[in-house]
């Protein structure tokens, strides 16, 4: 039995981010669309065990990048131990080890965070050729850092790219002035991310998050 994996990445460092919690959504509704199936058929009657999994940006601790080759100028077929650094070889690792990607990305801007645009620009051969999918989301959902984002992976020849990216849309935090400190954080932030999980279902957001893993899954089992 082949196994493939899905790594879905958390693409936001700053601190306080909320970029966890949309990953975590993302991931649940990814895994609600597996139905269950431990395998996956392709055409062929081949089975395959797919796995999901985050990745976080944040815990790779990737330097702005220092690297001193250019990584298209490393070898192909294994370009990890010729990085530099420790942690883009970790990282070359990382990405070598998955075989399609979903970047959960906030828009910063208009486009995606730096933390995200580095670890892109880290790496090269092992992008390519991969299959990705992009859910942003912001104020009005990060339309603007899903074309941006297409444009990058073009470049790095990653592909297809799931059609369309997702937008989520978010809601922020309301104070209660019953409530002081750490709890009025807690419980506020508590009700923003209820709302932004019904936001989402009634908007069809879910809907379409589990469209776009049936789309990784084709374009990883042709």
């Not at 975590?24 to 009657?45: F, I, P, Y």
């Not at 984002?149 to 209660?176: C, F, N, S, T």
Request: charged residues 20%; aromatic residues 6%.
């Amino acid at each position: 039995m082949a196994h493939k994996s899905i790594a879905i990445i958390i693409c936001s460092t700053r601190p306080g981010r909320i970029n966890p919690f949309v990953a975590r959504h993302v991931l649940d509704e990814m895994t609600k669309a597996q139905a269950n199936e431990e395998t996956t058929r392709n055409r062929s009657g081949a089975e395959t065990k797919l796995k999901l999994e985050l990745v976080d940006l944040a815990a790779q601790h990737l330097p702005l990048s220092e690297e001193p080759a250019v990584p298209a100028h490393l070898p192909a077929g294994d370009p990890t131990p010729h990085y530099g650094h420790a942690s883009t070889r970790a990282w070359s690792a990382v990405v070598r080890r998955h075989d399609a990607f979903v970047f959960v990305t906030p828009q910063y801007n208009w486009s995606v965070p730096a933390s995200l645009k580095n670890a892109l620009d880290l790496l090269y051969h092992e992008w390519a050729g991969k299959p990705a999918a992009i859910v942003t989301y912001g104020s009005r959902g990060g339309p603007k850092a899903a074309g941006h984002l297409r444009q990058i992976l073009a470049g790095l020849h990653m592909g297809p790219v799931a059609e369309p990216a997702v937008a989520l849309r978010l809601v922020w935090p309301e104070k209660d002035p019953e409530l002081g400190g750490k709890q009025q954080q807690g419980t506020a932030e508590a009700k923003a991310q209820a709302a932004m999980h019904q936001l989402w279902q009634t908007e069809g957001e879910d809907d379409k998050i589990r469209i776009m893993y049936g789309q990784l899954v084709e374009l990883l089992l042709p």
